[in-house]
C-alpha cells in the first residue's frame, strides 16, 4: 500500500516539475546541488564546519536513501558541539522532510523557540 501512494505521489510531483520548470534550468540546477562541496576553498568538510556558529538541527529521514541517516551523523560529529541526530520517521524515503510535516515542524518550533528565548535575555 505504501508503495502505491509513493509512486502515485512521485508521478504526480514529476508531472507539476515538468509543468513548471524548463528542462534546461532543471538541469543546471541539479549540476550545481550535485557539485557543491562546503569544504572546498575552506580546509575541507571538517574545517568548514568547525566554523559553524548558527543554533544547529540536524535531522535524517530513517528511510532516505538519496542521504542516508550515516551522512547526518558525519555531518553532526563535525558541527561543534556535535548535535544530536534527530530522526524524522516516514515511509517515503528523501521526500519524508516534504511530507511528514507534523515531524519536521515540531523540530522547526524546537529551533526557533531557542532563537526566541535567546533573542529576549
Known amino acids: 500500500m505504501a508503495a502505491t501512494r509513493s509512486r502515485a505521489y512521485l508521478d504526480h510531483h514529476a508531472g507539476k516539475a515538468a ?15 550535485s557539485s ?3 569544504g572546498r576553498g575552506r580546509g575541507g568538510l571538517d574545517a568548514a564546519l568547525a566554523r559553524v556558529r548558527a543554533d544547529v538541527v540536524v535531522a535524517a529521514v530513517d528511510s532516505d536513501r538519496l542521504y542516508p541517516p550515516r551522512l547526518s551523523q558525519r555531518l553532526s560529529a563535525a558541527l561543534p ?16 522532510f516534504l511530507i511528514e510535516t507534523h515531524q519536521v515542524g515540531a523540530l522547526a518550533r524546537e529551533v526557533l523557540g531557542r532563537q526566541a528565548v535567546r533573542h529576549q535575555a
Open 19 to 33: 509543468r513548471r520548470f524548463d528542462p534546461g534550468s532543471y538541469l543546471v540546477l541539479t549540476e550545481a546541488m
Open 36 to 38: 557543491h562541496d562546503v
Open 81 to 96: 558541539g556535535a548535535p544530536a541526530v534527530r530522526t524524522v520517521h516516514s515511509d517515503y524515503g528523501h521526500d519524508g
